[in-house]
């Protein structure tokens, strides 16, 4: 059975994105042609108009670069274009400009590639400048996706000594070690650098940080402060649904619905996601978020076509998400729950669960996932060898949705006793951990098992899985016990029991 | 209606200097709104520069008599200056052949200072070249190091380097002009108090960027190092360096779009100069020259202003901003480049 974390808890840590992206989803406010226009720009301007040489456009596109007015030199920069005697280092800072300037940046590289490309190039840039804290965090989040895990500490670490107060800086690097499963450190970077007391960014991060270690935090009153001051919506959304988490989880769910509807306006992503998981899970869906669309909205959006059952759409979503995020374990186990399961693309959630294992090598519920659609694909050995390497010291409910997978393979190697009885234990186990809805769905996938077997159990196991799943209206249960109708239907046909 | 200082034209000055051509105003002169250029020449067939302060002009600006008095202590205060740089035959500052004023028929008195007259700004310069010229752009570089250090050994900083006040001078190479910004550590100036007295396209981050928290001499000597820093990018690439940065900020990060401190900015800033030094490194395949370079660059033009400047010059004499090691390194490199051991670029 293949499993999704992320229904039962979600914090809002902050998203790790290479520097570009992450400042480039913020638009600018001072839209560009309201800059005044300096009396130097103005003269840069009659040098061309009069000389129209190459050397007063160059002049003119510099001048106009500063001061943020590109559109005053278009035919200077068309000029620069054009002539062959420009500097080619020219028409890189040109290009540079356009890129900096795009509101987002598009590669279609895959994600192992893109990481390669990243590395390679800050390596070059760190070997000639090493002081660039920034470039440091870009090649940390390439060596982190790629599971050179010592390589991205001590980058991060590199980072953290040039650049100790910077935003970017910080978050990454308390992303990088709640990654890194150590979240009080994550929380000590954060609450030991002087700028985290009045930025709402790094405020939100280390209220979640800390709730990842599992204390409250202890900068909860100056964040509430914080998020009646001045800032912008979009500087404060974050930091009020890190807020309105901390509350509802202490029991406010008033005050928790209120700063949630507060954090709406200026919602990037990641807080929508949150806002949606907290509206869904704790309150009841008494939230309005279909207006609010921001960009990148990935993961809410594969969440959202999820429970609306349409499982292509949530696994476009869910790549894409994973593709944003390629080194965070929920973003690679719902992507490959959804493919695998769901979407019946068992191949392409081996390609994204091989790069989500390296940033998580002991992720148990990716391994599960692994050996899922290994099973999916009868590579039934691999699937095996997965399992085998799953410790099974683990909490009931992983150890559970382990074994029940054990119990699939069995099924898909013959051997239908042992199949049998790993499913039951870990329905057992799921009831006895109160988990009905796992039980359920354990329940759903043994009569599906047995009904594909033709086993003489195949109507009690349907018989229990429908009782199991009565009070269940999610959608991808919704789907399973339809494939089990469709699969009892052909059965029967196929038995002559009807036409 | 022309000023009084647009009528010069046909006129003779003291010294028999006969104004032959008035000149477009370009930015050759920082705030050209208030001044004229003009071609002179005298009897014995020298040819001259001439700048006339325009007064009239002045007096349509919103604060009249403001800008009069800024005007008139700007007028004081340039002579004054490049009077001291000729005292002291600064070699690598474009000499001044006089001061005075003249009166245009039914005008008012218009105060002038005559320079020597070169053949044009670097930019002009290589807009005649078709191919890369190395060993030029370094000589030009080197005469402009030492034009500065005159300067900053005269305890007067220029705070306006850029390309279009570096002046070629024929045999003599080439000279820094354009005193008009400067600082004199003895001469009070009316662009004392500006944050950024010189041109703001031109200026380094921590004068664009609020609440940098400077020392006199890194406002001032810092300012000039990262502009001839910058003059080293702009040989190579044919943008200065305060442009190459911005290029390479976010959107919402530059100096225009945010109101950001320097000090917050400062690592964006440092990951745009690595940005910068990786295209510069492209635009020199030659490695011998590229080491050199990037030491000049990297230590001229870093972001962080306390990291800017030749440690080793403040073991010697307490100020990181000495240019004698960078003018060492122009010299070696100019002589590698005459011998051909720096390739073509």
Redesign the interface.
């Known amino acids: 059975m293949s499993s999704l974390i992320g229904e039962n808890d979600r914090k809002i840590v902050p998203r790790w994105r290479g520097f570009r992206a992450s400042v480039g989803k913020t638009e600018n406010t001072d839209p560009p042609n309201e800059n005044p226009v300096s009396a130097s720009l103005q003269s840069n301007i009659g040098d061309w108009q009069r000389e129209g040489s190459l050397w007063t456009a160059l002049d003119l596109v510099a001048g106009a670069i500063v001061e943020n007015r590109l559109d005053l030199a278009g035919e200077a920069l068309q000029h620069i274009r054009e002539n062959p005697l420009t500097p080619p280092a020219a028409l890189a800072i040109v290009v540079e400009y356009d890129r900096n300037s795009a509101i987002d940046e598009n590669s279609d590289l895959p994600v192992e590639l893109r990481c390669r490309e990243q590395i390679r190039s800050s390596r070059i840039k760190l070997a000639d400048y090493p002081y660039d804290a920034i470039e440091w965090i870009d090649l940390a989040r390439s060596f982190t996706t790629l599971g050179s895990l010592g390589k991205a500490q001590r980058c991060v670490a590199a980072a953290l000594s040039l650049a100790p107060s910077d935003v970017f800086v910080l978050r990454a690097a308390s992303r990088f070690y709640i990654q890194q499963k150590d979240p009080e450190r994550a929380q000590w970077i954060l609450t030991k650098a002087p700028r985290t007391l009045n930025n709402p960014w790094l405020l939100a991060s280390e209220i979640a940080a800390a709730s990842v270690v599992g204390r409250e935090s202890q900068l909860l009153k100056i964040a509430g402060r914080i998020e009646r001051s001045d800032f912008s919506q979009e500087d404060l959304t974050e930091l009020r649904a890190a807020l309105a988490t901390s509350e509802i989880e202490a029991g406010s769910n008033n005050k928790g619905k209120k700063l949630l509807r507060r954090a709406l306006s200026g919602a990037n992503e990641n807080s929508l996601a949150q806002i949606q998981w907290m509206d869904r899970t704790r309150l009841g869906n008494v939230i309005d978020i279909s207006n609010t669309k921001p960009p990148h909205g990935h993961e809410v959006s594969a969440w959202r076509a999820f429970f609306n059952g349409k499982w292509a759409k949530s696994a476009a979503s869910a790549l894409l998400w994973f593709e944003d995020q390629p080194f965070s374990a929920n973003a690679g186990i719902f992507c490959s729950f959804v493919l695998a399961d769901l979407a019946g693309l068992p191949e392409q959630a081996l390609d994204i669960l091989k790069i989500a294992l390296r940033a998580n090598v002991d992720n148990h519920t990716l391994k599960n996932n692994l050996a899922f659609s290994y099973i999916q694909l009868e590579r039934l050995d691999e699937a095996q060898d997965v399992l085998a390497s799953i410790p099974t010291s683990l909490d009931n409910l992983d150890d559970a949705t382990v074994e029940a997978t054990f119990g699939l393979l069995a099924f898909r190697k013959g051997s239908l006793e042992d199949g049998r009885a790993y499913y039951e234990n870990a329905i057992r186990r799921f009831q006895q951990a109160g988990s009905h809805e796992l039980a359920g769905r354990a329940a759903t996938y043994l009569a599906l098992e047995e009904v594909r077997a033709r086993t003489q159990n195949a109507p009690s196991a349907m018989k229990r899985a429908l009782d199991l799943t009565k009070d269940n209206k999610r959608s991808d249960v919704a789907m399973k016990l339809e494939e089990l109708q469709t699969k009892v239907k052909d059965w029967l046909i196929e038995e002559h029991v009807i036409t | 209606m022309s000023t009084s200082a647009e009528r010069l034209v046909g006129l003779t000055l003291d010294g028999g200097w006969s104004v032959i051509e008035l000149l ?4 050759i ?1 920082t ?3 208030f001044s004229c250029s003009y071609h002179i020449e005298h009897p014995d067939g020298r040819k001259a520069f001439l700048k006339a302060m325009d007064f009239d002009a002045a007096l349509s600006d919103p604060d009249p008599a403001g800008k009069l008095k800024e005007l008139t202590e700007a007028y004081v205060f340039e002579r004054t200056i490049v009077e001291l740089c000729g005292t002291r035959k600064l070699s690598r500052v474009i000499r001044a052949h006089g001061s005075g004023t003249k009166t245009p028929l039914g005008g008012t008195v218009v105060q002038y200072l005559i320079f020597e007259l070169g053949e044009g700004d ?3 310069q ?2 005649q070249m ?1 191919e890369f010229n190395l060993l030029w752009r370094l000589k030009c570089l080197h005469h402009l190091f030492v034009a500065i250090q005159q300067l900053h050994g005269s305890q007067i900083v220029h705070q306006d380097v850029k ?2 006040n570096v002046v070629g001078c024929g045999d003599e190479g080439h000279k820094v002009a354009d005193l008009g910004r400067a600082w004199h550590a003895l001469t009070s100036s009316p662009f004392d108090g500006n944050q950024c007295a010189g ?3 031109y200026a380094p981050p921590e004068l664009l960027y609020s609440g940098a928290i400077l020392t006199e001499e890194e406002r001032r000597q810092g300012a000039d190092f990262f502009a001839l820093g910058s003059m080293v990018v702009f040989m ?5 360096m ?3 940065l ?12 945010t109101a950001e401190t320097y ?2 900015v ?3 800033l ?2 745009a ?11 020199i395949p030659n490695d011998a020259l590229w080491v050199e370079v ?1 030491m000049i660059v ?1 230590q001229m033009c870093n972001p ?1 202003i306390v ?1 800017r400047g030749d440690k080793g010059h403040t073991a010697k004499i307490g100020s990181r901003f000495g240019l004698q090691r960078f003018i060492s390194k122009l010299n070696t490199l100019c002589t590698k480049a005459e011998l051909g051991k720096l390739g073509t670029v």
């Open positions: 477009p105003k370009s930015s002169q705030g050209g709104a670097v930019r002009k290589l807009s078709t390309p279009s041109d703001t396209n190579f690439t044919g943008l200065r305060t442009a190459a911005m290029s390479a900020m976010p959107a919402s990060l530059r100096w225009r779009a000090a917050n400062l690592p964006e440092q990951h100069f690595g940005t910068v030094l990786y295209q510069l490194r492209a635009a990037k990297e962080d990291k």
